[in-house]
């Protein structure tokens, strides 16, 4: 199996990175070819062209490389932290300019329509990953858990993928080492129920 691995945190230090290590090995001792991608190490460019958008066919030179593993992937999991709700700013570009029309989604129906979208990541798996230090109270009753509706809802159900499942380590700037070394073992066990 192939998996795609996107991380988005600028501290390579970070609990964030911590986490993708994990997934990482866990990824290889069930014999999966990882396509790992750190975000801000390889400097990605988050900005859409305007040639970008107004084309399917226009695929830039550097995100050729994200959309042919995209395609190749069996599963995509997603690591990155909570900030205003939302992923980093890098995270939406990758977004914006790999999940797009042709790759993870098209259009069916008369032409002059809009048409019925079908998403194109049917028979993929989706793991999210987040971290946060937003109380859990505070996060599910006051903001209506943002990251879940964007994630599963505007991104991934639209796209076609049926095996979702996202996961919130929440305070992790308060959090112990004992804390962060549990949480870490229950990475190596999500990624092993969901992608055994």
Not at 83 to 90: D, F, K, N, R, S
Not at 181 to 194: Q, V, Y
């Amino acid at each position: 199996m192939k998996t795609s691995l996107i991380i988005a945190h600028p501290n390579p230090k970070s609990f964030n990175h911590a986490i993708a290590q994990k997934v990482t090995k866990a990824c290889q001792q069930l014999k999966h070819e990882v396509f790992y991608h750190d975000l801000y190490l390889e400097k990605f460019n988050p900005v859409a062209t305007n040639e970008e958008t107004a084309s399917a066919d226009s695929i830039s030179d550097d995100i050729q490389k994200y959309c042919s593993e995209l395609e190749q992937s069996d599963n995509i999991i997603i690591i990155h932290p909570n900030w205003w709700g939302q992923p980093p700013a890098i995270i939406k570009g990758w977004i914006d300019r790999v999940l797009r029309f042709g790759i993870a989604y098209r259009f069916e129906g008369k032409k002059g329509e809009i048409g019925t979208p079908i998403g194109l990541l049917n028979n993929k798996s989706v793991i999210i990953l987040n971290t946060s230090n937003t109380p859990e109270e505070i996060e599910i009753n006051e903001y209506h858990d943002p990251l879940e509706h964007l994630w599963n809802k505007c991104i991934f159900q639209f796209c076609g993928v049926k095996h979702f499942y996202r996961r919130m380590f929440k305070m992790v700037a308060m959090s112990s080492d004992q804390q962060r070394s549990d949480w870490l073992l229950e990475t190596e066990e999500i990624i092993k129920h969901h992608l055994s």
